[in-house]
């Protein structure tokens, strides 16, 4: 059910939010005031792609993934988004284009909800947010361009380690044993996210467990230093 400004929860997040982080408290209290919270079920569309963009989103709780689907129904995770101040849905208000993929709840989510019109009216009296809008573009402009490399130059296996490496990099734990992540993906996202099934991540992810490399116990998996390292051949 939506909820109009929510409680004691959400304020603040704005600040955490990085094309935020420049403005002085009553900027971010006057966005604060415009912003609606929604709440979405596992599973639930955000936004559709080829839908007109009409609002701006930040996560508050949960986690969402950016997907394309194929026209056998196939998925493909472009990205994740988990951390609370992840912002989406930028892309189609700065175009004017549909919305460039679809956004999927992937657990019960809570998110702010900025229209277009408020979005667009705080750009133009904040160019600091523009900037930083910017900043955030590029970074997923080369994590895209990384992401096509990688599918265009490496096998399968290749593929799974260097998405290992990232999330490790990303949210990794350092511990004696190695790097630790906690919430894993599931073997269906890698292989939505590296562009093959899952039965082939179960077998890459199996083989690199046998060999020493990673220890996968449910949702936690460490990994060596020397597959980190990239000595895993
Ligand atoms: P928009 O096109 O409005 O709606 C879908 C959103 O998914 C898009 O804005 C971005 O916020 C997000 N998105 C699309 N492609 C990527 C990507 N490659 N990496 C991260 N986020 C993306």
């Given at each position: 059910?939506?909820?109009?400004?929510?409680?004691?929860?959400?304020?603040?997040?704005?600040?955490?939010?990085?094309?935020?982080?420049?403005?002085?408290?009553?900027a971010?209290?006057?966005?604060?005031?415009?912003?609606?919270?929604?709440?979405?079920p596992?599973?639930?569309v955000?936004?559709?792609?080829?839908?007109?963009?009409?609002?701006?989103?930040?996560?508050?709780?949960?986690?969402?993934?950016?997907?394309?689907?194929?026209?056998?129904?196939?998925?493909?995770?472009?990205?994740?988004?988990?951390?609370?101040?992840?912002?989406?849905?930028?892309?189609?208000?700065?175009?004017?284009?549909?919305?460039?993929?679809?956004?999927?709840?992937?657990?019960?989510?809570?998110?702010?909800?900025?229209?277009?019109?408020?979005?667009?009216?705080?750009i133009?009296?904040?160019?600091r947010?523009?900037?930083?809008?910017l900043?955030?573009l590029?970074r997923?402009?080369?994590?895209?361009?990384?992401?096509?490399?990688?599918?265009?130059?490496l096998?399968?296996?290749?593929?799974?380690?260097?998405?290992?490496?990232?999330?490790?990099?990303?949210?990794g734990?350092?511990?004696?044993?190695?790097?630790?992540?906690?919430?894993?993906?599931?073997?269906?996202?890698?292989?939505?996210?590296?562009?093959?099934?899952?039965?082939?991540?179960?077998?890459?992810?199996?083989?690199?467990?046998?060999?020493?490399?990673?220890?996968?116990?449910?949702?936690?998996?460490?990994?060596?230093?020397?597959?980190?390292?990239?000595?895993?051949?």
């Amino acid at each position: 059910m939506d909820q109009r400004n929510g409680g004691p929860k959400e304020r603040g997040l704005l600040k955490g939010v990085s094309i935020f982080a420049d403005l002085d408290a009553p900027a971010v209290a006057a966005l604060e005031r415009l912003a609606d919270v929604r709440e979405f079920p596992d599973g639930g569309v955000v936004v559709s792609q080829e839908d007109t963009g009409d609002a701006l989103f930040v996560l508050v709780r949960g986690k969402v993934k950016v997907v394309l689907y194929g026209d056998s129904g196939r998925e493909i995770i472009l990205s994740i988004f988990k951390t609370p101040g992840d912002f989406f849905g930028e892309m189609s208000l700065l175009d004017n284009e549909p919305r460039s993929a679809t956004v999927i709840a992937a657990e019960p989510s809570r998110l702010m909800v900025l229209s277009r019109r408020d979005f667009q009216a705080h750009i133009e009296s904040h160019p600091r947010t523009a900037l930083r809008v910017l900043t955030e573009l590029s970074r997923r402009l080369r994590r895209a361009d990384a992401v096509i490399g990688n599918l265009a130059l490496l096998d399968v296996y290749g593929r799974l380690a260097g998405k290992l490496r990232e999330l490790a990099a990303a949210e990794g734990e350092e511990t004696d044993d190695g790097i630790v992540l906690r919430q894993r993906p599931t073997q269906a996202e890698i292989a939505a996210m590296i562009g093959t099934s899952r039965e082939t991540v179960s077998r890459a992810l199996s083989d690199l467990a046998r060999r020493g490399h990673v220890v996968v116990t449910g949702k936690r998996l460490v990994l060596r230093r020397d597959f980190i390292a990239g000595d895993e051949r």
